[in-house]
Structure formats: C-alpha cells, structure tokens
C-alpha cells in the first residue's frame, strides 16, 4: 500500500507557473504508475497526466499538452507536475494517485490517493 500527500498548490494569475509534488511512502513506490488527475466545482474529476513506475512513458489530456510536464523522481519517492501557462480553465483540486497496474499508462483504474491540493488561477 502507499499513502499520498501533494503539495504546491495556490494562487497565480494566468499565465504563470506552478510545480505540483506528490511524497508517496511505502517500500512499493517504484513498481507504481503514477497520475494527476484534477476535479473543478460542479465537475467531475478529469485525468491529467500520467507516468510509468520506470518514467520514459507518459500519457497527458489534451488539454494539458504542451503546457504540462509530469516526472518522477524514485529515490525521493516522488512524483511532480510542472504547469506552465496556465489557464483560468485550469483551477480545480489536483490529486495524485497510483495504479497498481505496471502497465499501459491509463486515465483510468487507479487503487491510491491523495487529499488534494487547490490550484486557483486568476484571470
């Protein structure tokens, strides 16, 4: 099992920048695929990004492409998400999770997660 905590959320105006990060504790961290997924008010929680246990595959919305970058970084048993120009559109509550299947990376079918962190971008 693997507990999730995120952090870096806040306030930014459009346009800006934030780095998401994600602790994750329990020996099994590496054999995980790893996702951000993000839910705004009155919506349902959408996939974001995603990335294998080993970090070459990543899979992204099309909403997010270009404009975010997801990572890992196993010997800190974290995994991050880098957003960068980011759009009115784009607040919501960002979630980390992890997929016990070492598979296809997937917006679907993750087994942890996290609280959530607010991510508020001001127009």
């Known amino acids: 099992q693997v507990q999730l905590v995120e952090s870096g959320g806040g306030l930014v105006q459009a346009g800006g920048s934030l780095r998401l990060s994600c602790a994750a504790s329990?020996?099994?961290?590496?054999?995980?695929?790893m996702g951000w997924f993000r839910q705004a008010p009155g919506k349902e929680r959408e996939f974001v990004a995603g990335i294998n246990w080993s970090g070459p595959t990543t899979n992204y919305a099309d909403s997010v492409k270009g404009r975010f970058t997801i990572s890992r970084d196993n010997a800190k048993n974290t995994v991050y998400l880098q957003m960068n120009s980011l759009k009115p559109e784009d607040t919501a509550v960002y979630y980390c999770?992890?997929?016990?299947?070492?598979?296809?990376?997937?917006?679907?079918?993750?087994?942890?997660w996290g609280q959530g962190t607010q991510v508020t971008v001001s127009s």
């Open positions: 329990g020996r099994s961290f590496i054999i995980y695929n």
């Open positions: 999770a992890a997929d016990r299947d070492p598979g296809l990376v997937r917006p679907y079918g993750y087994d942890y």
